[in-house]
């Protein structure tokens, strides 16, 4: 198969994965936009039907005896979850136990799609094992991804070492936490393995961008969706 019939072979597939990603990144901003939201208005209950009746010491430390202000038989839910109030605001809040969980999510989600559909489809493509199909950022991604399964989000220092494009983001010996800014820049990396691909049969032509210049990617006209993606897709950005 010629050079030129690859590339348009491949197209179908990577176009696949960019709705893939696109949907994640979507995914991410309206669910940071519901705990946000469910902040608020957990927040505003907190201290409307609560209020400190008194400040107790027990084993050296301060307990707070909170006392309901509203109609026993007709309280409002302050609670969700089995969770107290003050952990659900904390588990919704910025940087919180959920915007991180989604976070890790994502990164396995986006990993394990790679390396079972699209890597070995690309590999078919081209007439090689899928494990020659080496790009750095989902190389980087599958380290992040095996501390989040196997270590509980920590990622050794001596894993951290090994990575190529995401080293910024996590930090040696310490459980992975990324604010927005750096989920931005994991999935623009995403975007720019996905550009490094594309590019695999023309990028040394004259005019072509390099995957560094890349912050996102869109393929149209590439025949019909193989039906391994999302079907439907909407421009959006972070």
Known sequence: MADFDKATAELPILRDFIDFVNKQSAVYMDSLAGFEGN??????QVHRVTRPDHIETKNGENVVVWTSAEDP???DVILSTIRRATDYLDDNSHGGFNEQQLCASIIVFIFAYWDEEVRPAIARVRGVEPNSIRIDAMGDLRILRNAIIHA???????????????ADLPMPDKRLVLSHDQMHRLLVLVK??????IMHYTGALPGAPTAEKIVDVAIQNAGPRTGTGPKDRTSSGM
């Not at 720019?192 to 691909?197: K, L």
């Open 73 to 75: 038989s007709q309280p």
């Open 192 to 197: 720019q393995a996905i550009g490094e691909i």
């Open 152 to 166: 509980g989000g920590m990622v050794a220092a001596s894993e951290h070492a090994k990575l190529k494009k995401m």
């Open 39 to 44: 902040t608020v208005r957990i927040g505003r």
